[in-house]
């Protein structure tokens, strides 16, 4: 029995990701055979991709999250045909992961669902979630009634944090790049009540509105952190989460210059203990109901995983990026 699998052999462009058929793999005794329906892509999968994750060797299934249904669970964990989804834990990077039609992740670092949504919807969420949930509450430390500022609020995460945290009862804001209206719409949709069109001086725009930020999620990275942290209120939380201005590290920090007074400056990158606290139930029943809209942005065929890529990282998608493997 063979299943189609995206294999990468070498680092580089988006084409090194190569369709190929490979053997279902076998679940052992702590681990959940999943037919996969639906992945999402996340940057980290590009910047292995790209040769920047040294401990990951080649030839390797990339792919960190997946979401489908039970094919078999020796340890009796789950039941065949259980709707799941799994993440983190090295899937994807230590052994292989949900760019296929099936993944053998352990059944430990897996959660059942209950959703009736659709695959697309499912599959866009797991880690989506568990970032955005995780960076809000573990790492924020939100609470009703915080004034939030999203920078990056166009990103999956971004939209997905906007909706969680108005859900929550907090003011949220939102920067883009973008001056269009379609934009603001799509940021007022998922629950931005102030759309601040970045310049890369959005702290600027604050200081003059008069009202900073109790909460800043930061999710372009070391290239706008500075001017995030000027945004955030004494005893202000600033948490940098995202890297989409791909930009790894400063070419000088000086932290008593560039830390406001009294603002805490921390970071988040959830793994597998995160993704079985985020309530994704919870989270899907939301979506149901239509109190927490999900941005899927673009939609792919398992065989269109180049062209995925692409899109990803030219950053043309709008929203959470899925891949369909039927």
């Known amino acids: 029995m063979s299943m189609k699998a995206v294999v990468i052999h070498e680092a580089g462009a988006p084409d090194v990701l190569k369709l190929e058929q490979r053997p279902i793999p076998t679940p052992a ?48 964990k789950f039941q065949p045909g259980d709707k799941v989804a799994s993440a983190m834990a090295g899937m994807g990077r230590d052994f292989d992961g949900g760019y296929a039609e099936y993944t053998c992740p352990k059944a430990v670092n897996t959660q059942l669902l209950t959703t009736q949504l659709d695959w697309q919807v499912v599959g866009a969420v797991p880690e989506m979630l568990q970032t955005a949930y995780g960076s809000l509450f573990k790492a924020l430390k939100l609470v009703a009634g915080d004034r939030l500022l999203v920078r990056g609020g166009t990103t999956s995460v971004g939209l997905a944090a906007a909706a969680i945290a108005r859900n929550h009862g907090c003011f949220v804001a939102g920067t883009t790049r973008s001056s269009s209206p ?92 995160e993704f079985m606290e985020t309530p994704l139930n919870e989270l899907l029943k939301q979506i149901e109901a239509g109190t927490m809209p999900v941005q899927v942005g673009k939609v792919f065929k398992i065989d269109q995983i180049v062209e995925a890529h692409e899109t990803m990282e030219k950053n043309l998608a709008r929203g959470k990026i899925v891949v369909l493997t039927e």
């Open 29 to 76: 005794v702590d681990e959940v055979l999943i037919r996969v329906k639906a992945f999402g892509l996340n940057r980290s999968e590009m910047f292995t991709r790209q040769g920047h994750s040294p401990n990951v060797r080649f030839p390797r299934v990339l792919g960190i999250e997946a979401a489908g249904v039970v094919e078999a669970c020796p340890s009796g």
């Open 182 to 273: 379609e934009t603001a719409e799509l940021m007022h949709k998922s629950g931005v009540e102030e759309v601040i069109v970045d310049d890369g001086k959005v702290a600027d725009k604050v200081e003059s509105g008069g009202k900073k930020f109790d909460k800043v999620l930061e999710l372009v990275g070391t290239t706008t952190l500075k001017d995030s942290l000027k945004c955030a209120v004494e005893g202000g939380i600033v948490c940098m989460t995202g890297i989409v201005g791909n930009s790894w590290s400063f070419q000088e920090f000086s932290p008593m210059d560039v830390i406001p007074h009294c603002v805490s400056l921390t970071v988040y990158s959830g793994g597998p203990n």
